[in-house]
């Protein structure tokens, strides 16, 4: 994880956006007298958002991690996956 101050990364804006697509690393950046920023690349912020939103209920997480435990143990299930718009 990259930090730098306001300053420095106003100073770089262009070469910082670059670094956090690029490097597909945070950056987060100090603020004197404010609370800090985290720049994240907006895939990772979706993914964070969906991981969040799934994990969000007991229901769904006790699924999701008896759904990873079975994977683990190889007791999973191949399927063919179908295509809604096949006739």
Known sequence: MKVMSMSESRAN???TLDSVINDQEEVVITRP???NVVMIPQ???ESMKETLYLMATSVNRER???SM???N???GQLH????PDAE
């Open 43 to 45: 895939r990772e912020y």
């Open 69 to 71: 435990e079975q994977l």
């Open 64 to 66: 999701i991690t008896r």
């Open 80 to 83: 063919e996956l179908l295509d």
């Open 13 to 15: 804006y262009a070469a």
């Open 33 to 35: 007298g404010g609370e």
């Open 73 to 75: 143990e190889r007791q």
